[in-house]
């Protein structure tokens, strides 16, 4: 699964790129990983959210709630199950990319390889959100079959969107939406690199809406 990548443009941007409105003090990180505050286009505004849903189980041990932990990625073939259904149906965004790493190596001595579009420094990536009682405002990525440039680091990859679909995803009813989950079919520019894929300071579990009021 995607679970790291780059958004390294600026926000007044990215506004402009995505013809939206930005919210004010949108706070995000670069380099985003599950939990980090990331960039999402939502309902005709730019703002940030956390990345990855909340999701709680139980202790095996005692039967109470454990810690949620972020599901970042949802495959686009599991769409229908309760976790996903409304906020599929009613909820859909975009996530501004300039490239998502896949780890490359062996345990412990793994690097970040990217993935971006040849010729474009922003794409858009499928993504839903909710507001969840737990971190406020949350998005996913949807995700589908790799790419075949993809191999053997990772058999699923990010739903990316052709700019004429974007409005389609945002806007078109679910049938159609569905209809642009599928593998980017176009050459990936691929960037091996000696990044320890675990090179990065952890910032805080967002406990509040960040701010994109919807």
Known sequence: MCNLYRMTKPVDAIAALFDVEA?????????VAPTDPGLVVARGKLGAMGWGFPRIESSKVTGGPLRPKAVVNTRSDKIGSPFWLGSFQ???????????AEAAGEDGQMTRTWFSLPGQEVFAIAGIWC??????????MLTVP??????????????ILGRDEWKTWTD????EAHALCRTWDAPLMVEPSNEPWSN????PVP????????
């Not at 009613?90 to 998502?100: E, G």
């Not at 078109?172 to 049938?175: D, F, Y």
């Open 90 to 100: 009613r909820r859909r965004c975009l996530i501004p990319v300039t490239a998502w």
């Open 172 to 175: 078109g009813n679910p049938t």
């Open 200 to 203: 990065r300071a952890k910032p």
């Open 146 to 159: 790799g790419h075949e440039q993809m191999e053997p680091l990772n058999d699923r990859m990010p739903v």
């Open 207 to 214: 406990s509040t809406q960040l701010s994109l009021p919807l």
């Open 23 to 31: 919210a004010m003090g949108a706070n995000y990180v670069d380099v």
């Open 131 to 140: 507001n969840s009682p737990e971190w406020g405002h949350v998005y996913s």
